[in-house]
């Protein structure tokens, strides 16, 4: 079965998130590890009611590993002000849109959301102004127990929004494991995943939210497939197939300096011939130069 390989990330399980990545250097190299293990396209997040600071960082890193990009929001639609959170979302994303449709997350994320007829008035508001602002339809991720759960089932504009699809099978039904490995997905079929009711059939399905991938480290990941071939994801995309990048060579590793009674980090940086500014890149757990604790560690930029 055709398919291309695609993660969804935000800022607590990314590539270059900062539990995985001390520096540029990193985060380049930890995305042309995903890109290696054959994930070919990511929706990175943008907003839920508050921006992410590393957004615009984060899809300049996937564009420069060589994968086709699309933001995405959650909105909260227990509040009415519609208006307000797709007004952030499309400051935040800005003049790089990606390549692929913007993407709007339909999951409650406090379960509280409203049921029915006035969940789905917020619903098609949020669609409409964001399909205003982009120029294009976004595309819908969700799962056939969501709409059910929050009455949103067969609405009358259903079939005009490409589907992504949330189920996630166990690899080992006695443990309860869900799938994990990029190279062995599960298969679809006529019945699985499950289609939500009155909406277009699913285009992409995220089949597992345990996924391993290089340059994740211990990091869970969701993995997801397109149905369909690179050229297909292209299309769909209405894109050029991205260039990857040749990362820039690596810096020779840090040192590491327990920093002793009496230290200062100008001192630090004169015996270490660096600088104070490229010591606190290495070292972000410092954020006053004039304030270092006897005892820690610090790493070094070789010279």
């Known amino acids: 079965m055709d398919h ?28 042309k590890a995903v890109y290696d293990a054959g994930v070919r396209f990511t929706y990175i997040k943008a907003t839920e009611s508050y921006a992410d600071r590393d957004f615009t960082e984060r899809m300049q890193n996937a564009k420069d590993a060589g994968l086709l990009r699309g ?6 639609l227990e509040f009415s002000n519609i208006a307000d959170q797709v007004k952030l979302f499309v400051q935040t994303v800005g003049s790089d849109q990606g390549e692929l449709p913007p993407m709007l997350d339909l999951e409650s994320p ?25 120029g294009r ?43 994990c490995d990029p190279t062995n997905p599960p298969q679809w079929s006529s019945a699985y995943p499950p289609q939500p009711d009155g909406y277009k059939p699913w285009l992409i399905w995220q089949w ?15 993995i997801n497939m397109f149905k369909g071939t690179y050229t297909d994801l292209i299309n769909w995309a209405n894109a050029k ?32 011939h660096t600088t104070i500014a490229a010591i606190m890149t290495l070292n972000p757990q410092i954020t006053n130069p004039n304030m270092i604790i006897t005892g820690d560690t610090l790493h070094i930029p070789q010279a």
């Not at 949103?152 to 869900?178: E, K």
């Not at 060579?249 to 230290?263: A, E, L, T």
């Open 241 to 272: 197939a991205p260039i990857p990048v040749p990362p820039e060579p690596q810096p020779p590793n840090p040192i590491s300096y327990v920093i002793k009674r009496g230290d200062a980090l100008s001192f630090i940086a004169q015996n270490f």
């Open 110 to 134: 406090k379960a509280n959301w409203p049921k029915g007829r006035l969940l789905l008035n917020r619903l098609k508001q949020c669609l409409d102004r964001v399909e205003d602002a982009f």
């Open 137 to 179: 339809k976004p595309i819908i991720y969700t799962s056939q127990s969501i709409v059910r759960n929050y009455q949103i089932t067969n609405p009358p504009w259903g079939n005009d929004y490409d589907l992504w699809v949330a189920a996630y099978p166990y690899a080992d039904f006695v443990h309860r494991l869900q799938y």
């Open 4 to 31: 291309v390989l695609g993660i969804d990330v935000y800022s607590l399980n990314s590539p270059d998130d900062r539990a995985l990545a001390m520096n540029e250097y990193q985060k380049a190299a930890n995305w």
């Open 71 to 76: 933001p995405y929001m959650l909105p909260h």
């Open 208 to 222: 597992t939210s345990k996924g391993r991938l290089p340059g994740m480290q211990n990091e869970h990941v969701d």
